[in-house]
């Protein structure tokens, strides 16, 4: 047996014997697989919050612009370039958050050959939220710089929108995972996003301030993680400070995501764990 090894704790925990983390190895897997499909999903994750940004932005928002001067004083495309970069976090989030776990843990069964290899459950979490954290950083660094191209970005500060929108994919991405964990088929996933993604889609304040909805609506939308997404992304690009409403932004978004580790770490060791 080779020296780079991983040996097994008495209570199963994979210990590398060459120091690097086996959590990286999980990763790595991850990167490989993605390094060989990327291509199929670079339309969904990248070209269409482009699009929609120039559609949105740049044709809409001509006429916006033109008969209200904008969002409160701000230019349409600044109000929702920032929007529809947390909102196409939360589409990645969750798309790979679902039938990827559906599949590791009942149809290729990827996860349990990770166990077996051996790595732990936390290893097997921690590599696929990990890798999913760096992708979303790559697709909203790119992002970013279609964002500097349009004009959309006030300061340099702005550059800490894309942390910000890693953060707001993995509030809803962790979560998901432990739910999709649970879950015996895959039949579940259309009404998620049905009744999940798309009212977070309309309602969270990326194409109009949350303010403009009906009263009794705007606490329901200040629920989603979305909403708080939204919000952190938009004043950053804008420039608007840190303020209490950031506290508030990230503290929210920081504990849909921890709380989505704990329980993915539950759910996933409940069916790895046999």
Known sequence: MSSDRATLTPRGAAQPRNGWPTWLRSIWHNWFFYSKTWRSGVATSFLQPVMYLAAMGLGVGALVNKSSGGVDGVPYLDFVAPGLLAAS??????????????????????????????????????????????????????????????????APIGILVIPAAALSAMSTAAPTAAWAARQ?????????????????????????????????????????????????????????????????????????????VVASLRSFRKVLVV
């Open 89 to 154: 976090m939360l589409q990645i989030g969750v798309n790979e958050c679902t039938y990827p776990v559906m599949g590791g843990l009942k149809w290729v069964k990827s996860y349990f050959a990770k166990v077996a290899a051996p790595l732990s459950v936390a290893d097997v979490v921690i590599g696929h939220l990990g890798w999913l954290a760096l992708r979303c950083l790559m697709v909203a660094s790119a992002y970013f710089i279609v964002m500097v191209a349009f004009g959309a970005v006030a």
């Open 184 to 260: 015996e088929d895959d039949t579940s996933f259309a009404l998620l996003f049905r009744l999940g993604v798309l009212p977070m889609f309309l309602f969270s304040g990326i194409f109009y301030p949350v303010s403009r909805l009906p009263g009794w609506l705007q606490p329901v939308a200040q629920l989603s993680p979305l909403t708080h997404g939204a919000d952190l992304c938009r004043s950053l690009t804008l420039d608007a400070g840190f303020g209490l409403h950031t506290v508030v932004d990230l503290a929210y978004l920081s504990a849909f995501c921890i709380v989505g």
